[in-house]
């Protein structure tokens, strides 16, 4: 057994803190120290959770065993992951119908008046 197996059955925790610094290290390095979103710096010395930390966002809802590839990933504030979780093609397909059904129930109501 290689020493990475035996520290990721030991102790994941580790291993997933070690994992996660070499992807944040890699974005860094590939998209620069600035939010996707709003295009501000990020900060990397706050801890895990923070607003204005860095958080690691998927840029296209794909399937599991895409998600992770590094091309999908990008860097964003967590304020920004947060404000925009919601902004998925479905939920905007669901929104769009929503407006559109109350427009035209509007127009009938006028008719009917």
């Not at 998209?31 to 710096?41: A, I, Q």
Request: with cysteine; glycine share 4%; proline share 4%.
């Amino acid at each position: 057994m290689s020493l990475r197996i035996v520290a990721r059955v030991i102790n994941p925790w580790k291993y997933k803190r070690e994992q996660l610094a070499r992807r944040v290290a890699a974005l860094r390095q590939r998209d620069g120290d600035h939010c996707s979103r709003c295009r501000r710096p990020l900060r990397f010395d706050l801890p895990p959770g923070h607003d204005r930390g860095a958080r690691i966002e998927a840029k296209l809802t794909v399937a599991d065993s895409e998600a992770d590839e590094l091309a999908n990933l990008c860097l964003t504030h967590g304020r920004c992951n947060t404000k925009m979780g919601d902004d998925t093609a479905e939920v905007k397909e669901r929104a769009r119908i929503k407006n559109e059904m109350a427009l035209f129930e509007r127009a009938r109501e006028r008719r009917r008046a």
